[in-house]
């Protein structure tokens, strides 16, 4: 699994182009690929991908809708690399999600007629964080203290919080005279307020969108688990546990707590996804909101090498390719949905299972250079 994420053999990339270039080169060896296929299929590829970028980046409702997809996925990559940095493999954010969801919603549905947003907001936060916290601590405890590998735990822990959204919706909160599987509407108070409308109290004139607030929620998430990771103690010893979880129980450090520990920072990062679905855009509880977005959190943690900074750049690439394939799916003859999902799936194929593969090539010019270039700046100086 960390072939995956890191490169190995005898030709190791430097750091630094693990996180900035690869990601870079992968991308385009994904879009050659991908142009190759569409050309296959009988389109013009720099059509398609014309038309893709310009539906995602070419008007400010492309990129506000880019945007907002771009926000969940970086909560769901982060929370899948917390946990890959402490060694575990959390495919569970969309049950996660899905939980806090649940959190963020039941706060707004018992809460949002009573108190004004500057109290509300806080407490649906926290409710969201919390249920998903509590929803991956099981697993990291199921795997810390009973054996239970939390790939197969997580797994069943996505069904278990679909069904017991369908269940509490169906059942208690739906409405009683309505169609529709899901909860009354909130209150006003409980919406969390959208980019274009914070923008036109400065003056500034931005088209509707479901861009919200939560988007600078994300990238603050994004800071604090780099903080995290690369600044405290704390994240020291999660990225201890999951280098060599020997060496780190002998220098005095509990693998166990610290399992439970990361799962539950990792379920809190995937709760805060019903800020941006439920609060932000929805303002009610209903089936399916995260809509994949778990899923896709891993792909994008894969592709940003689980740096905060290549998630949030790897989550704004999956969300052109959600914003720019459904105009392209609209705007040219004969592309249809599924083709696009074709062409995200050639881009985590690429950075995912073929990372090594495109890596080693781009290990091995960069050892070249290296090498050459001590030799050339002796031969000036000689000369």
Known sequence: MKSWFKSSGTAPLPRWADV???????????LVVAGCVVALVGQHPWEVLGM????????????????????????????????????LFNIGAEGQATLGGLGTGLVALWLSHS????LLWPLML???CAFGMVWAAV???????????????????NFLASSLMVYLLVHHFKVADGMAVESAPFGEAAHLSGIHQLLAQLGVEWPSSPLNLSFVLALAAALGVYLLLWRTRLGYRLRAIGTGPGAAEYAGMS???????????????AGMVGMNEI???????????????GFTGIAVAVMGRNHPVGIVMASLLFGALFQGGAEVSFDVPGFTRDMVVMMQGLIVLVSGAMAHVVSQPVARLIHLLTARAPSSVKEVQHG
């Open 52 to 87: 893709l970028a310009r539906g995602a980046f070419g008007s400010a409702r492309g990129l506000s809708y880019t945007l907002y997809y771009t926000t969940s996925f970086i909560f769901t990559g982060l929370a899948v690399a917390v946990a890959f940095h402490a060694g």
């Open 279 to 293: 609060a932000g855009v929805n303002d009610k509880l209903l089936l399916d909101f995260v809509a994949g977005a």
């Open 126 to 128: 926290l409710a969201g």
């Open 20 to 30: 900035a270039l690869m990601p870079v080169v992968n991308l385009l060896v994904a």
């Open 139 to 157: 697993p990291g405890y199921l795997q810390a203290y009973r054996g239970s590998h939390v790939v197969i735990t997580t797994i069943m822990f």
């Open 255 to 269: 693998p166990r707590r610290l399992t439970v520990l990361a799962m539950a920072l990792s379920g809190a990062l």
């Open 115 to 118: 108190l004004p947003s500057a």
